[in-house]
């Protein structure tokens, strides 16, 4: 891993010893010995010796993880990518190669921290913890995902969990979530509601496994990341998340992840139900500046999409139809576009027929109104009174279009 700061040390080092030996050989004779040169070198012996156990001292203390691989049949010198995280992407941050079958990472990371193998041609990646101690990974090339990451606590716990009573509930839920989309395609109603029944009571069941696990494992980052998953879900109870985040040991809760779970929750109680909705101001298709008070009628729906974003663009028939039939009674609908393309962003617009306000700043994820509203996936969607107040959150198609009909009732 650090095959740069090692040349980088060594070339210091040799440098340094070059500097001292010429430093004390210019320096004046003593005065009152006879014989200077033997004081010189002893002189210089120390000093060599010291600056030695200087640096190893202080590259020992750097190495807080190594992660050891054994990567059979792979070819010699294929790459090896250390990725991390980084706001909704990856980014490599150490690269090593593989050398008579093994490959080695070493790094500073005091505090646990998700992270990912990326192998040179390959696009799977393996999840590993990078953590204090000698993390060992022996990869599988015939299946990545079969690869055995083991030798620290946290990434035994994450072998355990992806292979116990949560990971089978998982394929249960996906079995039937296929179920249900075939349903749907063949227009089999009775059938498409017995599995989305399903769907709910098994999705229920995860939910409790999981807070189960955080329960019974304060100590375990698993417990970090189960929540970091968990406090994103639309319809979860947030005081109860919070609630299981505050029984976590101190070093869990000061991880990036541990972190992110308390940022998450100060950001979605901001735009919670029954909170006022975040002012913002945006560009339109044409580059005029629009804002959200400029288009607020008696409910307005706040919506968030891409012209690339396949789900949004199968809403847009339903959107169509709810704001023509109560565009009249006070309906107002302001679209803020993940694209970054233009061009795109506005054919998208024309061909669907989204004849309402739109704003995007074409930054993609990184648009400003998706982060003040902490929106991370789309579509995403609130609904506003006419006092600026979020009544309803992230409602699809036909429930959104009843509780549009129930507000605009109650304005009448």
Request: aromatic share 12%; net charge positive; glycine share 6%.
């Amino acid at each position: 891993m650090d095959r740069g700061n090692k040349i980088f040390r060594s070339i210091f080092i040799l440098r340094m010893y070059k500097f001292i030996y010429t430093f004390a050989h210019h320096l004046p004779p003593p005065i009152g010995f006879f014989k200077p040169k033997k004081i010189i070198m002893k002189k210089i012996v120390l000093l060599l010796a010291f600056f030695t156990i200087f640096l190893s001292c202080q590259e020992k203390k750097e190495i807080n993880f190594q992660i050891s691989g054994t990567a059979n049949n792979f070819n010699e010198g294929k790459a090896i990518y250390l990725e991390r995280q980084k706001n909704l992407s990856l980014e490599t941050v150490d690269t090593a190669y593989i050398e008579k079958g093994k490959f080695e990472f070493t790094g500073d990371e005091t505090l646990p921290d998700l992270y990912f193998l990326r192998i040179e041609g390959m696009g799977d990646k393996i999840p590993v913890i990078v953590e204090k101690g000698n993390i060992q990974i022996e990869l599988n090339k015939d299946s990545i995902f079969a690869s055995k990451v083991s030798g620290t606590y946290n990434n035994e716990e994450l072998h355990s969990y992806k292979t116990g009573a949560i990971a089978k509930k998982r394929k249960e839920l996906n079995t039937v979530n296929y179920l249900f989309s075939k349903a749907s395609r063949d227009n089999d109603q009775a059938s498409a509601q017995k599995y989305s029944d399903e769907y709910y009571k098994i999705d229920k069941e995860i939910l409790d496994l999981n807070f189960n696990y955080v329960k019974n494992h304060p100590n375990s980052f698993i417990s970090v990341l189960v929540l970091s998953d968990i406090i994103h879900k639309s319809d979860v109870d947030l005081q109860q998340v919070m609630k299981y985040f505050n029984g976590l040991s101190s070093e869990l809760k000061h991880t990036v992840k541990g972190k992110s779970i308390t940022d998450a929750y100060e950001n979605l109680t901001r735009v919670e139900v029954r909170k006022k909705a975040p002012f913002f101001t945006g560009a339109t298709p044409d580059g005029k500046a629009l804002s959200l008070t400029d288009v607020k009628g008696k409910v307005t729906l706040i919506d968030f999409w891409a012209s690339w974003c396949g789900p949004c663009r199968k809403e847009s028939p339903y959107l169509v139809k709810t704001y023509n039939d109560f565009k009249d009674k006070g309906l107002s609908i302001i679209s803020i576009s993940l694209d970054e393309n233009k061009d795109n962003w506005k054919e998208a617009i024309t061909t669907d027929h989204l004849n309402w306000h739109h704003v995007s700043n074409l930054k993609g994820w990184n648009e400003p109104i998706a982060q003040l509203y902490n929106v991370k996936g789309i579509p995403a969607a609130f609904l506003m009174d006419e006092n600026g107040v979020i009544v309803a959150k992230d409602l699809r198609q036909k429930d959104l279009y009843n509780k549009i009909a129930e507000l605009l009732k109650k304005e009448d």
